[in-house]
């Protein structure tokens, strides 16, 4: 078996954090784990007593593998770089994801893309994430005519800046004062709901978060012609985002049917028993790599359209898991470089 040298860029990030563990806990078969960071954080030693390295032209040679989750500016100028150096790339940033020549790809639901990429392959966004696992099976059974989604996205999607802000100005609130002035989000987040998750760039009136899950969404199920409305907010929670999915349907698809499909594929756990209030919750799918579905329900307004209520943790599905699963089918397609086998 061969066994990989491993970047780790973004070590002391939310997502970085989680991958350092992830790579750990399922076993990937690394020789070596590096962490980087940016020049803030070298030399520290986290939790493992590895030590983070700065990046420079001199530390990055030698990978086989780098997974990145440093935000995009640190991506476009490093990971290039990586893949000059040799190794390929798992970039969790929105970097690359819109070049058409890189794959953008969700474990279970598109891997055949990772075939001839060409060093650099991008994890999509988290909340696209979760909306590919449960919406595949639905895909390729009875097509995707119309999505409408609405987003309730933790802070931990933003990074641990965002979890800091939320967790003080709960605390502020809670003794009574006022939450004090916003520095991640625009407006206070404690006991609030945005309903704008992302930035409004350029003039538009849908944010970035909202263009990235319609425009991933086409190019991870192949398919320009599906019709995709989206609406991102932020809720002060943790961890997990949560999805309200309306999806029509090219052909019919009972509910029934729909929740057997969802059954049987990888990724998913299904939790719908009305009866005992049984659907996902954000609480309960934090920790857990897969994605939960639940209210699975006919839209009472039209005969081709099912309601779904999706859940899956951010950190873990939405980021560090997938980016994990797409190193362990690069290593089992023999997709990670030439130097693969040569510490074998
Ligand atoms: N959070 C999520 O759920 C999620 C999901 C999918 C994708 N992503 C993407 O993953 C990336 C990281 O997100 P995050 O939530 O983990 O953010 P974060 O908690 O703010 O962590 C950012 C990480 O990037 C490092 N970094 C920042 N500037 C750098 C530079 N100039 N050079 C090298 N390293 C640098 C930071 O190092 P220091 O500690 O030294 O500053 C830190 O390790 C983003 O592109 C984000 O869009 C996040």
């Given at each position: 078996m061969s066994r990989?040298?491993?970047?780790?860029?973004?070590?002391?990030?939310?997502v970085g954090t989680v991958m350092l563990r992830k790579l750990g806990e399922r076993k990937f078969p690394a020789a070596e784990i590096v962490p980087f960071a940016s020049e803030?954080?070298?030399?520290?030693?986290?939790?493992?007593?590895?030590?983070?390295?700065?990046?420079?032209e001199e530390t990055i040679q030698g990978f086989d593998l780098a997974l990145f989750s440093a935000g995009a500016t640190t991506s476009g100028e490093w990971a290039p770089r990586f893949v000059s150096a040799g190794?390929?790339?798992?970039?969790?940033?929105?970097?690359?994801?819109?070049?058409?020549e890189i794959p953008l790809v969700v474990a279970e639901v598109n891997p055949e893309a990772l075939d001839g990429?060409?060093?650099?392959?991008?994890?999509?966004?988290?909340?696209?994430?979760?909306?590919?696992?449960?919406?595949?099976?639905?895909?390729?059974?009875?097509?995707i005519?119309?999505?409408?989604?609405?987003?309730?996205?933790?802070?931990?999607?933003?990074?641990v800046k965002a979890v800091a802000e939320l967790t003080e100005q709960t605390r502020r609130v809670l003794e009574g004062e006022p939450p004090g002035e916003p520095a991640v989000y625009p407006h206070p987040i404690a006991f609030n709901v945005l309903g704008g998750a992302g930035n409004f760039p350029d003039g538009d009136d849908h944010t970035d978060e909202e263009r990235k899950m319609m425009f991933e969404t086409r190019k991870i199920l192949g398919d320009d012609a599906i019709g995709i409305s989206v609406t991102c907010a932020r809720v002060p929670v943790?961890?997990?985002?949560?999805?309200?999915?309306?999806?029509?349907?090219?052909?019919?698809?009972?509910?029934?049917?729909?929740?057997?499909?969802?059954?049987a594929a990888p990724g998913i756990t299904v939790v719908d028993d009305p009866a005992t209030h049984g659907y996902p919750t954000a609480i309960a799918a934090a920790g857990h790599d897969d994605v939960f579905v639940g209210r699975i329900r006919r839209d009472p307004s039209h005969e081709r359209a099912l309601n779904l209520w999706v859940v899956s943790d951010n950190l873990l599905k939405g980021a560090a898991t997938n980016a994990v699963q797409l190193a362990e089918v690069l290593d089992a397609r023999g997709l990670i470089g030439a130097r693969a086998g040569a510490t074998a």
């Open positions: 990989y040298r491993v970047a780790v860029v973004g070590a002391t990030g939310a803030r954080s070298a030399g520290r030693v986290l939790d493992g007593g590895l030590t983070v390295q700065p990046l420079t190794a390929v790339v798992v970039d969790n940033s929105s970097r690359f994801r819109r070049d058409p990429h060409r060093g650099l392959i991008a994890n999509p966004n988290c909340s696209t994430m979760q909306l590919m696992v449960a919406l595949k099976p639905i895909h390729a059974t009875a097509g005519e119309r999505l409408i989604v609405s987003t309730y996205q933790s802070v931990s999607g933003t990074g943790i961890a997990s985002h949560s999805e309200s999915i309306n999806v029509q349907t090219r052909e019919p698809l009972s509910p029934e049917d729909a929740r057997e499909l969802l059954r």
